[in-house]
């Protein structure tokens, strides 16, 4: 999408280095682009090398899982060992990984189960943290990370989180962190377990150009900061504009402050957001 195309369809000039430009402008520091294959890794490489502060991860989403089999698993584990060792301070997580129960269609379960946990057992050896995708799969998901509970040294996050209250204190008491984005926060049912959250154990993440928070969300009551005037259709993007229905990492604020809203203002927005951030470093970047 920020290449301009949606779809198949070119709708306006690539706007990627605008779009980073806003980011930090908007009060940034860092910027972690997830990736979901081996490729996407490659690709997010090659942005890192242009713009400064960002970060990316290795392995393959639950969805992509279909590329494994039992001829080729250890080539493509060879591939990401080979990626990481020659780029280790750019990739700061493993994943996104996990388990998908909701779009079986792309993976199906066993498969997902099979190549998760072959990707968990050997890549916990490069002692980075682990970035994880969780759909309508928590116990399968909690179950698997548990088995390996000693052997994971650097906790992570559970990545877009929209279960029970439940299952995140269950995740929390394995020693994760909660990730938290425009998709966590779509009913009344998401905003009163995130308000029962430990602050210590919260992350925020936008998945731009994914998840962000629109009108018909509950939350979107909660945001005070509002891109409106800046914004248009992708048909009528110029320079400068940020376009309707694509998200980008400037939003972050929106998750902090429908965070601060719903948790009614036990700190001030400031120790908020210091408070994550100092939670985000300390999982990701605990060595700078």
């Known amino acids: 999408m920020y290449q301009g195309v949606y779809g198949s369809s070119k709708k306006h000039d690539a706007d990627l280095d ?3 430009k806003r980011a930090f402008q908007s009060g940034l520091d860092k910027i972690i682009i997830t990736a979901g294959t081996h490729n996407e890794t490659i690709q997010a490489l090659e942005l890192c090398s242009k ?4 970060y990316t991860t290795c392995g393959y989403h639950p969805t992509r899982c279909s ?3 039992e001829s080729n698993e250890n080539e493509i584990l060879n591939q990401i060992f080979e990626l990481y060792e020659k780029n280790s301070e750019k990739i700061v997580a493993i994943g996104e990984f996990g388990l998908d129960y909701e779009r079986t269609q792309f993976c199906n379960i066993e ?3 099979r190549y998760f946990e072959f990707q968990l057992k050997h890549l916990i050896s490069l002692n980075k943290p682990l970035f994880l995708h969780n759909r309508a799969a928590s116990q399968d998901l909690y179950d698997i990370l548990y088995k390996y509970r000693d052997q994971i040294t650097k906790g992570g996050v559970i990545h877009s989180f929209d279960g ?3 299952e995140a204190l269950q995740f929390i008491q394995l020693g994760y962190f909660i990730g938290l ?3 966590s926060m779509k009913t009344q049912t998401n905003l009163d377990v995130i308000k029962q959250l430990p602050l210590d154990k919260i992350l925020v993440e936008t998945d731009a150009p994914w998840c962000g928070i629109k009108p018909s969300h509950t939350s979107y009551s909660h945001i005070k900061t509002q891109f409106t005037s800046e ?12 376009v309707k229905d694509r998200n980008e990492p400037c939003t972050i604020i929106q998750i902090c402050e429908v965070i601060h809203s719903i948790r009614g ?3 001030s927005f400031e120790d908020l957001c210091e408070k994550i951030y100092f939670n985000t470093k300390q999982l990701f970047f605990s060595n700078q």
């Open 231 to 242: 914004t248009v259709k992708k048909e009528k993007w110029a320079s400068g504009k940020m």
């Open 51 to 54: 713009y400064e502060n960002l």
């Open 18 to 20: 605008q779009v980073i």
């Open 111 to 113: 498969q997902q189960k």
């Open 67 to 69: 590329e494994f089999n």
């Open 164 to 166: 029970t209250l439940d």
């Open 181 to 183: 984005n425009g998709c």
């Open 265 to 267: 203002n036990q700190e």
